[in-house]
């Protein structure tokens, strides 16, 4: 298995776990729990693909002036930032400013959105390179 496919089918897997946490929002102590657990997961799979130095040796020699590595970056580094917004309209929720529910909702689905369109743009890059 390619280290690009291993790195894809735990993109898979958080994806899931996130969309299967959401389907548990009304369960707020599971769903934080999910949810912390994927965003960490997440993280830690952007530490594993940028510690493998010659994937993104690879990736640069084929994407860097194009496009589609950019489209790809932006949509990781925007989800990861998502993470943040996220964890705090979550915690001022808990605490009790039920305002940020509404909020909250509203980042989680751009949110969602935005990793989705994470999972499929890497499909690009994966199938130019054998990492
Ligand atoms: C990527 C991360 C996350 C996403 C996509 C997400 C998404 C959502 C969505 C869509 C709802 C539904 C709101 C509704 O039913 O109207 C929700 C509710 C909620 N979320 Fe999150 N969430 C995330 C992370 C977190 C975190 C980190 C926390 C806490 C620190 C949190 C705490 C809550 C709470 C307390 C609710 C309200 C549940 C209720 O209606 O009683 N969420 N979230």
């Known amino acids: ?5 291993f790195f894809q089918i735990q993109s898979f897997l958080i994806l899931s776990l996130m ?11 599971k769903h934080v729990k999910i949810m912390s657990g994927a965003m960490i997961w997440d993280v830690i799979l952007i530490l594993q693909i940028e510690l493998s ?3 993104i040796d690879k990736a640069m ?6 496009t589609a590595l950019k489209i790809h970056l932006f949509f990781a580094v925007s ?9 705090i309209s979550g ?7 039920s305002g940020f529910i509404k909020k909250h909702r509203y980042l989680g689905i751009t949110t969602l959105a935005f990793r989705i ?9 994966a199938s130019k390179v054998a990492l």
Request: proline fraction near 0%.
């Open 91 to 97: 915690l001022k929720v808990l605490k009790g400013n």
């Open 19 to 29: 969309i299967y946490g959401v389907t548990q929002s009304k369960k707020r102590q």
């Open 117 to 125: 369109l994470t999972f499929i743009t890497s499909f690009y890059a």
């Open 53 to 55: 130095r010659s994937a």
């Open 61 to 66: 020699e084929v994407f860097q002036s194009q």
């Open 79 to 87: 989800s990861v930032l998502l993470y943040i917004a996220m964890v």
């Open 1 to 5: 298995m390619s280290s690009a496919t």
